[in-house]
């Protein structure tokens, strides 16, 4: 039987919740009888008696979604318990977080970005955050201020809030290469690494709302880490690509998708750094357990053209439609991922993560 636990937030207070603790531990309780604890039992049991057995409690905000999916899937496998923070939990897209490996250790809780207490609800009794959840849409949002940048910016900041509440140890924020090439002043030879940042004025004259959201989400999560002396690490992965969990298809696998089903015929040969899912969700754990992780990690693996993007995977499928012509752009963007190599992280060849792509979009039916 699957035992995956759903929680709606929990109105709390510390005090509340060590009482609860001591409460729960009085009357003996433990995490065999979970199934039968009501909620606000379980965490109590979560923070109290599961920690002390020396078990790591950690939370994955959007844990439905597609990086975070693979992430709670390694740290399951793992032996961590989970977290797991979606918005709404009987949504028929979270359902593949059931099918998990050890999905027993992994608990969902309702929680929205902007809800602090019920941010509060899902993190208390973790030692670790992983902050995942941001809106990445596939197209422009009627009013992005509100939908993009707000829910980015305040629900980090409602994250590291809530975080320093429940005496976390250790964050690490999901950022994006998008809050650092974005930038009219590009470095030498379009080398970026840590050190570069993209330019706010310039997203917003441009109309870069999603670069302007992970941005502001990181420059805001950093300083909101250094004033409270929280142990943050930011990762900032390029395109991700590579085998989906969930079953809704996320904004950068509809990308290869839409590639793939010969869309367009004509597209901008842009270069494009690509990373694949399953090495992103390793970074993640990666900078969490290394002790010495600290500030920014870039995440990428392989810089491509569009057109030799396309020519790799004609060479593998020759029978899917494909863009016939290519425009000049002025997109030439190189990242290098030395800091997060030299923290022992690896990544997949480039042909393995489109075959698993492929396969995974076939196999949800996304190709016929
Ligand atoms: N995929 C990439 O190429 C890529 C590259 C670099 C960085 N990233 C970053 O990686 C993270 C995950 O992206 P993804 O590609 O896995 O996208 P995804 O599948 O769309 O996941 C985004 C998650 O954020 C949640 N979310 C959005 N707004 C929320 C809100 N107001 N409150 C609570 N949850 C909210 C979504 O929940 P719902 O399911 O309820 O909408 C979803 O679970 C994001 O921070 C993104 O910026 C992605």
Not at 24 to 53: C, D
Not at 131 to 141: C, E
């Amino acid at each position: 039987m699957c035992s995956l636990l759903v929680f709606e937030s929990i109105p709390n207070t510390r005090s509340g919740q060590r009482e609860r603790e001591r409460e729960s531990r009085r009357e003996g309780k433990s995490g065999e009888s979970r199934m039968e604890n009501t909620a606000e039992e379980e965490v109590a049991v979560m923070s109290g008696g599961a920690i002390g057995g020396g078990e790591t409690v950690v939370c994955v905000t959007g844990a439905g979604g597609y990086i975070a999916s693979w992430l709670v899937k390694i740290l399951l496998s793992k032996g961590y318990t989970v977290h797991g923070t979606v918005r709404e939990p009987s949504d028929k897209k979270n359902e593949h977080l059931k099918n998990l490996e050890n999905s027993e250790k992994l608990v969902l809780f309702k929680a929205d970005l902007l809800n602090y207490g019920e941010l509060y609800s899902a993190i208390v009794g973790c030692s670790g955050v992983f902050h995942v959840a941001s809106p990445v849409p596939p197209g422009s949002v009627p009013n992005p201020e509100k939908e993009l940048v707000e829910p980015a910016v305040d629900g980090t900041l409602n994250v590291l809030k809530a975080s320093e509440a429940a005496e976390v140890k250790k964050i690490v924020f999901v950022s994006s290469a998008a809050a650092i090439c974005m930038t009219p002043n590009p470095p030498e030879n379009n080398f970026y690494d840590e050190e570069c940042w993209s330019d706010t004025e310039y997203c917003r004259v441009t109309e870069n709302w999603y670069c302007l959201s992970k941005t502001l989400a990181e420059k805001r999560a950093l300083e909101c880490a250094k004033e409270r002396g929280l142990e943050l690490v930011t990762v900032c992965p390029t395109f991700n690509l590579g085998p989906m969990l969930q079953n809704s298809v996320n904004a950068s696998s509809l990308f290869l998708v839409k590639l793939l089903r010969g869309e367009k015929d004509t597209v901008a040969n842009a270069v494009h750094g690509i990373v694949d899912v399953r090495d992103v969700a390793e970074a993640l754990v990666l900078v969490y357990e290394k002790q010495e992780a600290s500030g920014r990690y870039l995440c990428n693996a392989h810089c491509v053209r569009t057109c030799e993007l396309v020519d790799i995977l004609k060479r593998m499928y020759p029978n899917y439609k494909y863009p016939k012509e290519y425009t000049a752009s002025s997109h030439e963007r190189y990242l290098s991922s030395k800091k997060l190599q030299n923290l022992g992280w690896h990544f997949r060849p480039l042909e393995e993560t489109l075959a698993d792509s492929v396969e995974s979009f076939r196999g949800h039916g996304l190709l016929e």
